[in-house]
Each structure stands twice: as structure tokens, then as C-alpha cells.
């Protein structure tokens, strides 16, 4: 069964270092999502990408962050300087076309830690 | 805006025992709803959804969930628990369509034995 990927599974940063996560969608879908959860918190909506624009973004989405699909495939997460509280579990999730866009399937995450 | 309302942020039951998970939702348009299962240290799964159609939907590993609109709820249940189905339980809401999810602060689900 398709699934989507998500590398690195952990990642450890000084405070100020920029990181960038990296997610593989499933082949076919067209939406893309990022989501981030806090250590035993909810999970919270960051960003959606769609035909290589944003589509939505949150208010923790602010100039520090930025997503991009470079090369039509991996989908990337860059946050420019890491600050204590970007410390969280960052899960990317891709939905596809007519046949299932309204599920949206979840990556098993990148849990970042900032020190 | 849309908001979801997890009442119980850990509940606990008996294997054999009958699951109730709450969940309330709050939407202006008529809302997709979700429920995801966390395993620890793994990804969301779905576990079921409501788009349109049937109120009552079922979806894996033999848990339900019925869409009452009067009530704004969408209550997870399972009638016999199971040891393995110890997780961390996510409600989530949308508007239709290829958008955000909202999600609730999750309730996390004890069995023993």
C-alpha cells in the first residue's frame, strides 16, 4: 500500500541552525500538508501547498519557515533559524485526487529537536 | 471558525469492556469529521470519516462512530476493548473539500486487563 515517507525520523539542532525536513508523497496526490505537535499537545495545522503554491498557512507559519517541492517529488519543511519552541513531532500529510481527496494520509513524522 | 472539543483527555476501560471516545464539533458548513489513532512513537492513522451519506460509519479494527447533528457530536465507540487498542485518539474536523484539518487535544485510551 502507497504511504508517505518522511526523513530524517529525528533530528537534533543547535538553536539559530536552519533544518529542513523532507517528505515523499504518495505518488498521484496533488495536496500537501505540513502539521506540527508539540510534545503532549495537539496536533496543529502549519501549512497546505497546492500546484506549487501555498494554499493556507497558520499564524505559527511565520517568516521563518518555508515549504517548497523542488524537484516534483520530495515536499520540504525549511525553518531558516531554529528557536527552543520549534522543538515538536512535524508530520507531513498528502491527499490525492476525486477518488480520495478527502482523506488526507499522514507521514510517521520528524521529531525535531532544538537545543 | 471550526473547532473540536475531545472531553476526557484519558479514559480508561477493561478488555471487554464498551469504548465511548466524545467528540463535539463546532462548524458554520457542514464539516468532514475524522478520527485518527496514534500508536506511540508512530504517525496519525484514520481510523474512520464522515463525508455525506450514512450517519453511522465504521471503519477498522471494529471501531464506529455516528455523525448527530443536532447533538454537533461524532462519539468514537467500540463495544468489546481490546489491549491493543491502547493509543492516543484524535478527533479532527474539515470543511469539504482538499483543506486543513482542525484537530481536538486527543484522549488517550487505557485498557487493562
Known amino acids: 500500500e502507497p504511504e508517505v515517507t518522511q526523513t530524517p525520523s529525528h533530528q537534533v539542532t543547535q538553536m539559530g541552525q536552519e533544518v529542513i525536513l523532507r517528505c515523499v508523497p504518495i505518488s498521484n496526490h496533488l495536496y500537501f500538508y505540513w502539521y506540527r505537535q508539540i510534545l503532549g499537545q495537539k496536533v496543529e495545522f502549519l501549512v497546505s501547498?497546492?500546484?506549487?503554491?501555498?494554499?493556507?498557512k497558520s499564524e505559527i507559519f511565520d517568516d521563518q519557515f518555508s515549504v517548497e517541492r523542488p524537484d516534483g517529488s520530495n515536499f520540504t519543511l525549511k525553518i531558516r533559524s531554529t528557536k527552543l519552541e520549534d522543538s515538536a513531532m512535524y508530520f507531513c500529510a498528502t491527499q490525492g485526487g476525486r477518488s480520495s481527496y478527502n482523506e488526507q494520509f499522514f507521514g510517521p513524522g520528524t521529531r525535531l529537536t532544538v537545543l | 471558525a471550526q473547532s473540536v472539543t475531545q472531553l476526557g483527555s484519558h479514559v480508561s476501560v477493561s478488555e471487554g469492556a464498551l469504548v465511548l471516545l466524545r467528540c463535539n464539533y463546532s462548524?458554520?458548513?457542514?464539516?468532514?469529521l475524522f478520527w485518527y489513532v496514534q500508536y506511540p512513537n508512530q504517525g496519525l492513522q484514520l481510523l474512520l470519516k464522515y463525508t455525506t451519506g450514512a450517519t453511522l460509519v465504521k471503519g477498522i479494527n471494529g471501531f464506529e462512530a455516528e455523525f448527530k447533528k443536532s447533538e454537533t457530536s461524532f462519539h468514537l465507540t467500540k463495544p468489546s476493548a481490546h489491549m491493543s487498542d491502547a493509543a492516543e485518539y484524535f478527533c479532527a474536523v474539515s470543511d469539504r473539500g482538499p483543506v486543513k484539518l482542525i484537530f481536538g487535544t486527543g484522549t488517550r485510551l487505557q485498557v487493562f486487563p
Open positions: 501547498f497546492y500546484n506549487n503554491e501555498i494554499s493556507e
Open positions: 462548524s458554520s458548513v457542514p464539516p468532514y
